[in-house]
Each structure stands twice: as C-alpha cells, then as structure tokens.
C-alpha cells in the first residue's frame, strides 16, 4: 500500500472526514453530512475542461463538467481564461459513522475519471463578533480528474465549450442545467464567491439561447 492509498484509508478515523465540493457538490451535496460550510481552496483553477459519459452526456456524446487544475501546470497551458486565485464552494464534514457508506457512494458518483486528492479548505469567517481570530484551514478530500485521466480535455475554445454544453445531455439531465445551477450555487455563497470562467460560460449559453429564440 502506498503512503497516498494508506492516507485515503486512514482519513476520517478521527471523525475528521470533511470532502470540499467545487462542482455539483456544492448544491448536490453528499448524503448523511451534519456541518456544510463555504469557503475557498487556493493553488488550483477550476475548468470545464472534464467529459462526463455517466451524468451530463453519454459514452457517444461526451458532456462537459469541471474538474481542477494545479495553478502549476495551469501556468504551462494556453487558456482563454485569466484564473482566479480562489476556488470557491463547500466543505461537509461527515459523522464518523457513516464515513464508509459516504466514501463508497462518492466513489460511484465520481467515478468517470475523478481521483481522491487532500487540499487546505479555507472556511468564510464568520460575521458574529466574537469570531475576530481567523479561521483555521480545514484538511479535506476532493475529487479531482488529473491532467492524465482518459477524460481531462484541456483548454478548448470558450464558443465552442459553450455550444457543446448546450447540445449535450446525459442521465442526471441537460448540460447546460449543471451549467447554469454552478453559477447560482457559487453566487450564493458569498460576495467574492465568483468564477469567471463559470460566468462567460453562462453568458455565451444565454447569448446562444437568445438567438435561437429570434
């Protein structure tokens, strides 16, 4: 066993288990969490550039839903987009009871080319006066398709990012609906809580829908 799989394992012995959702996760959170809090991860970029063959499109017809990339290998590609130095969304923290059930329903759910990573979570401070220290940063788990997963994709022109979202459909529902529940999750997070490679995604899709209603 590696120290990587035997991290995997060990995590949430302590009833420590928290997973950080920056996808659908952040309005389709895992079953069984008792504490959702919102926040950012810092170091990494968020893209559409991951297919979906089993929620958002089909083996034939590939749909397209996020993924992270490391802010290092980022720096080395061509991207359409300028990057935002945080990755908004939410941490669950899951009872220590049910950690087992939760991890084996997570990995069916991302299955499609996600792989089990470790990132400092930063929660959002809270408002109340008595909360003047930071917050600590909270250890958790997140899902990510890695650059050498069969269903990263890369940089893709943003017209056509945007076009092919809205032709595709999978078994959880239209593309352009993951799309579009994306932005309004992380609109209610917070006040800084935008993308936007998110938000010009949306934009085009409107602008695509809108001419196609002329």
């Not at 990587?4 to 394992?9: N, S, T, V």
């Not at 017809?61 to 061509?78: C, E, F, K, N, S």
């Amino acid at each position: 066993m590696t120290d990587h799989e035997k991290e995997i394992e060990d995590f949430g012995k302590n009833d420590d288990f928290w997973i950080f959702g920056y996808g659908s996760l952040i309005w389709k959170p895992p079953p069984h969490y008792d504490q959702r809090v919102p926040g950012y991860i810092e170091g990494y970029v968020r893209r559409f550039w991951q297919q979906s063959e089993d929620h958002r499109g089909t083996p034939e017809a590939p749909g397209r839903v996020v993924t992270l990339i490391d802010r290092a290998h980022w720096d080395t590609l061509t991207d359409h987009h300028e990057p935002t130095e945080r990755v908004w969304g939410a941490a669950y923290h899951i009872p220590r009871e049910k950690v087992t059930t939760v991890r084996q329903l997570m990995d069916i759910r991302e299955i499609n080319g996600y792989s089990i990573q470790f990132t400092p979570f930063q929660p959002i401070p809270s408002s109340t006066p008595s909360s003047a220290s930071p917050t600590p940063p909270i250890r958790c788990l997140v899902y990510i398709g890695l650059p050498e997963n069969p269903q990263f994709l890369g940089p893709q022109d943003p017209g056509e990012l945007a076009r092919h979202i809205l032709q595709s459909r999978g078994p959880s529902g239209e593309n352009r609906e993951y799309l579009f529940n994306l932005q309004d999750a992380l609109v209610g997070l917070g006040a800084e809580s935008g993308d936007a490679h998110v938000a010009d995604l949306v934009r085009r899709c409107r602008e695509i829908e809108g001419e196609g209603e002329k």
